[in-house]
């Protein structure tokens, strides 16, 4: 890749974005061709640095920070002939579980220098794209409740803390969900789109979700006591969830969610307006480092 843009994210995984940019700094200056290192300074602004990249003719845009910063950077570069690649040094994390490097930044630097990219599929929901998971009710409160309050915990110990705080007053919500393979009608705790098998620092919520299969899994939890829930809910770190009852999931290309009253969608981690939600599934829409 001669023409390569790196977005850093500063303030990303409580300053670990920071502690890593001096790295990816030196890194890509040893690298031949036009390498540089922008940093973010504020929401949304990955979305432009990677819109500017793709002006600048760069091949290949890196997103450095948590999912939102992924996130950003996929609406930037989603169109374009660019590949997109991922340095994970947020909190959650959870698209990084799904690729050979993981959390390992120099394996990470190492696949950004090597340039190899394969197709995988992208999610759009309510016109905004993602590569792991869209969905709505209890998983966006918990979202909201971290951003908002529990800001000094990181990681899976933050959603684990914001899940037990927010089930304290959470109540089950009127769902229809419109699939191409069908129609549910339930009443539920969250209902979650996945391209992508994990969100919420770990949470499997779709196990069987492959970023390249062409297809979205539609994940359900069903009405459940609070008590079952929270013994439940240890095996969904494992993805041992699954056999429970009030556990549903299927294929889906595209889905329709309207609630009784309006609940707030989650896209990527990222809080996104309230319900109806519409999401579908665009195959191979982008090329991604892995």
Known sequence: MSVVRILVNPKAGRGRGQ??????????????????????????????????????????????????????????????????????????????RMLPFGNDLPAALAALAAGSASPVDVGIANGRPFLNVAGCGFDARVAHRINHGLRFL?????????????????????????TDS???????????????????????????????DGSLDLAVIHEIGK???????????????TSHPKYHTRRVLRASIVSDSPLPVLVD?????????????????????R
């Open 19 to 96: 502690r890593a940019l001096e790295s990816i700094r030196a890194f890509a200056a040893q690298q031949p061709g036009d390498w540089q290192v922008w940093t973010t300074d504020a929401r949304g602004h990955a979305t432009e640095l990677a819109q500017r990249a793709i002006s600048e003719g760069a091949e290949l845009v890196a997103a450095a920070g948590g999912d939102g910063t992924v996130h950003e950077a996929l609406a930037g570069v989603l169109g374009s002939s660019a590949a997109l690649a991922v340095l994970h040094v947020g909190t959650g994390n959870d698209l990084a």
């Open 182 to 212: 069908g129609t549910i009608e339930t009443r539920a705790m969250l209902c979650a789109v996945a391209n992508s098998r994990s969100y919420g620092g770990g949470l499997q919520i779709a196990p069987s979700a492959v970023l390249d």
């Open 227 to 241: 008590l079952d829930f929270v013994r439940t809910l240890p095996k969904a770190f494992s993805g041992r969830h």
């Open 154 to 178: 990181k990681g899976t110990p933050a959603y684990l803390a914001a899940i037990l705080a927010e089930l304290a007053t959470y109540r089950a919500a009127s769902l229809r969900i419109e």
């Open 269 to 289: 981690g990222e809080l996104a307006g309230t319900t109806p939600l519409h999401v579908e599934i665009r195959p191979a829409a982008i090329r991604l480092v």
